[in-house]
Structures are given as C-alpha cells and as structure tokens.
C-alpha cells in the first residue's frame, strides 16, 4: 500500500515527471556556479512551506545536497514532512479527496485477491499449522491488510496459523488510522519496547506497528508473508549521469643521462589531453532569484504554477555516492561506456529486497549471517516501474492528482520515483541462496490470472435486489473500478504497475498463482 517511507532508512520520495535534466554537463555545471556564486540578498526571501525555508538553510551551508537526500526530507522530515509532519490541518493523503488514489482504494477486489495470493502460497508450502506472520510496509490507511485479513477468516486452517500480524509505518497519524479501521475507534493500542499493540477485529489476532521492520525479530521457525504495494515507488533515489572528463597526462620519455635529460626538456612533447568518463551525481540546490520556467525547461503543463524553488543540477566534481553506487552492480557499470548516460540507484530499496529475502530465505551474507534449514514464506510487490530496465528522468510530483514539480512546496507535494525491479530481484538473490523471484508481470496479466473478472461477477449477482437501492449504479461503479485495475492502455495501471514474488528457492519446479502457475500442494 502506498504509504509513508520508514523513518529508520528515512526513505521517501515519490515523484512524479520532472523537468528534464540537461544531457549537457556543462551547462548543469554552469548552472550549479551561478547559484554558489550569487550573492546574499537582504531581502528576507518568502518559503512556500517551512521545510522550504529548512532546506535552503542546510544547503547554504553544506552545499547542494543529493536527491535522496532531499526525497527523505520532503516526506519524513519532522518540519513538515509529507507523511511524518503534516501541515495542513486535516490533510488526508489517500483517496480522492486527497493526493492520489491507490488499487486498495480503487476496488475491494484487489485486497482480496492479494489475499487469496497469500492462502495459495500458505497451501502451496504445505499449510503450516502455526508461525506464520503477516507484515506490510507502508500500510497507508490499512484498506489493503483490512481487505485480506477479510478475506482469510473464509479459510479458517490459514487464519489460524496466523501469529501476528506486523505493520511497518512511521507516521503516527496512519497508524492510528489503521488501528481505527482494523481494530475498531474503541480499541485501546499499547506501547512497548517493540512498538506499538493491539487486537484486530478479525478472529483477535495481535496487531504490532513498528516504524522500522528491523524491529520485527527474523525467526527461522517463522514463516513472513510480506506484502509492499506501492511502497518502493516512495524510497530515496540516487541520479547519476556519465560525463566525459579532460585528464592531462605527460608522454612518457626515455632518458639516459641527466645531462641527455637535460638538453632534450626544451623539446619534449607537450602534455596530452584524454578523455576519460566519470559517474557525476545529481544534487538539489534552490533556484537563484530571477529564474524562469524557460531557464529550468518546465513543462507547459506545469508553467501554471509559481517558478519551483529548488533545482536539480549536475555535481562539478565526483561526490561519495558516485565513487560507489553506480559501480554496485554490472547492470549499471556496463552504462559506463556511454556517454550521458543516466541512472537512479536506490540504495534502500535494496536493503528491503534483502531484508525480505533474509526472512524467505536465511541469509548467506558474511555481514547478517542468519541460515533458515527450511526456507519458507513469500513477499509481494506490487508497484510501477519498467520490468527489464534501469529508471532514467522518473522523480515526479504529485498534488490534487494532478502532476507537479517534485521541487515545489516541498512537504506538500507526493514524491516517487519508477522502481528497479531488476536492483530488486539482483538484492534478493544476492542477499539469500534460499529464494528464487518470479516477475515483474504487469498487473493486469496478475489479476486476470486471479480470477478478477469472475469475482467481479460475483460481486455483481449479490447486488441484485440490494436493499439499498441504485443497484444499477453500483454495477456501474463496480465494473468500471476493477476494469481501471488491468487497463492496458497507455499509462493504464494494468500495463504500467508490476508484481513481482519472492518464494523460497525450489530450482524453477513451480510457478506460483498470477505468474503462470497453480497451488502446487
């Protein structure tokens, strides 16, 4: 579920399009000089939001800063943080009153069928009788686990192997509304060293809300079922382009004598000049007074609104991250050779992948040894994003559901970036010899396996003779919602969201359920 990012990785962003980065380093460059070299204005400069003001300050100080690092401030930041400092009185980020609207939210159905997904694999691993966990990063306002825990008492062996349940937010506010809603306004929530505790109202299974899923224990007898809908989309970004750098260097000469050396130095060759490609990563800085919406190359479709007060530039020189991530993995390291080319590495996003598959799985890293005899589990993600290449230019903002610069009103502006399935599946299967990954598929191939337009039938037939009345116009309602689910078309969430699995290792011999396969038990 789409939701706040964990204060413990200070993960968030969420983005939207974004104005284009120049492919021209040098003119990045020339643009990052004319900031730094702009002098301090008497005029106090008026913020849009109190973080505006914040991050400016920081900058001014430290220099700009890396785009994950802005992305984190503009969602959890304690000063007017999207998701951790709301400043809007009443502001409600989900639905259609708020910023955007989330599959949960669009139809029942796809709760459910996630559900479904979940009892297939709880059949599949040989229905355990206990030890299986429940856990969900980035609940949003609980619609999602609300609608599986619902529909998982209709299978009571698998509701009763149910031990508890965990729910990783960070935002005080979207864990009291989750409580609300899976627990009822009434129940009473506690809190201990672990986090915070109370019962659902589905068959009193233990709720724990904890802000970081480090804190949930990782037990080899346990068996997570894990589920991440639109949640990776909200992690900090890294941006890095490729750029060709002048390197002098002295032609080597031979020389026998000092004497010899001394008479040839008027004729040795000059220095020669080759050209060498470097990682540069792209950092934020605020927008000097005076810019135009043409100066930053804005969308028309933007230019509506005020000229955003932060910037994203290229780095005049080679920062900390650029030494290291873009060389993390071959996929990135082969780009290297082409000049311009662009890049977002995100760093959490694969330590979830691996925290993940360290529960499925057992881990074999050096660092986190922690070997399961029996690997057992499954995790789910279910987000947007291309499904065989690495995201370029994807950070973009979002308000009113309608797109908006990421670089404006920071703090009240929804901030994602496309996700990089393939860093996901090579974190996973790095992390733990004990899985395999199955996916990305789009999610209208995911649902239309499930069974969405069977259940969507279903659903029709109960509303007949409804007691409530406009049964035709729930019908209406109903089929235009879990159509919108697996639209095709372009941009259509069917084509554009992905699913992807994590399963304990089995070399290939079975396909889970909405990738091509069946209950294999």
């Known amino acids: 579920m789409r939701s706040n990012v964990l204060r413990a990785t200070q993960g968030g962003l969420r983005c939207l399009p974004r104005h284009p980065i120049s492919h021209n380093y040098k003119i990045a460059y020339q643009t990052y000089r004319s900031f730094i070299s702009t002098p301090t204005c008497r005029e106090e400069r008026k913020w849009t939001t109190p973080l505006a003001k914040q991050l400016t300050e920081a900058i001014n100080t430290t220099g700009p800063i890396p785009l994950a690092s802005y992305m984190r401030m503009c969602l959890t930041s304690d000063i007017g ?84 349940v965990y729910m990783v937010e960070a935002s005080k506010e979207l864990r009291t509304a989750q409580k609300n809603l899976l627990c009822g306004e009434d129940a009473v929530m506690t809190e201990s060293k672990v986090g915070w505790h109370s019962t659902s109202k589905y068959y009193n299974l233990p709720i724990v809300w904890t802000d970081s899923i480090k804190a949930i224990p990782q037990d080899p007898a346990k068996t997570p079922f894990i589920v991440a809908h639109e949640f990776f989309d909200a992690l900090p970004i890294h941006a890095f382009q490729v750029v060709e750098v002048a390197q002098t260097q002295q032609t080597p000469t031979t020389n026998s004598t000092s004497s010899s050396s001394s008479s040839q130095s008027s004729d040795s060759p000059a220095p020669s000049t080759t050209p060498t490609r470097q990682w540069r990563e792209m950092v934020v800085s605020p927008t000097p007074k005076g810019t135009t919406h043409a100066d930053l190359k804005t969308p028309k479709s933007e230019q509506h609104a005020p000229v955003p007060e932060f ?211």
């Open 311 to 521: 910037q994203l530039t290229l780095s005049p020189s080679i920062t900390r991250h650029a030494q290291y991530l873009p060389e993390a993995s071959p996929r990135y390291r082969a780009l290297k050779a082409t000049p311009g080319a662009l890049i977002e590495v995100c760093p959490d996003a694969s330590l979830y992948a691996s925290d993940f598959a360290s529960r499925i799985g057992g881990s074999t890293l050096t660092s986190h040894h922690n070997p399961k005899p029996r690997p057992s589990g499954a995790a789910l993600i279910l987000d947007y994003g291309p499904a065989d290449t690495i995201p370029t230019n994807s950070l973009r903002g979002i308000r009113r559901h309608a797109r908006v610069s990421p670089f404006a009103e920071p703090g009240r502006v929804d901030l994602s970036a496309d996700v990089d399935f393939g860093a996901v599946v090579e974190a996973a299967t790095r992390a733990s010899a004990g899985v395999e990954c199955h996916g990305p598929v789009d999610q209208a191939f995911f649902l239309e396996a499930m069974g969405i337009r069977q259940r969507a039938e279903m659903l029709a037939k109960s509303l007949a003779g409804s007691a409530a009345g406009g049964e035709e116009d729930k019908k209406r309602e109903l089929e235009r919602s879990w159509k919108r689910l697996v639209d095709r078309g372009p941009g259509g969430m069917g084509k554009v969201y992905k699913v992807l699995a994590i399963l304990p290792e089995n070399g290939g011999r079975r396909r889970p359920v909405g990738f091509g396969g069946d209950v294999g038990a």
């Open 81 to 164: 943080g999207y998701y951790t400092g709301a400043i809007e009185e009443g502001r409600d980020q989900f639905g259609r009153k708020g910023d955007f609207i989330t599959s949960p939210e669009i139809s029942q159905i796809f709760g459910e069928l996630v559900g479904i997904w979940f009892v297939a694999e709880w059949m599949s691993q040989g229905r355990p009788k206990k030890g299986v966990e429940l856990i969900e990063v980035g609940p949003g306002r609980g619609t999602l686990m609300d609608d599986m825990l619902r529909t998982m008492r209709n299978f009571k062996d698998m509701a009763s192997s149910i031990d508890t």
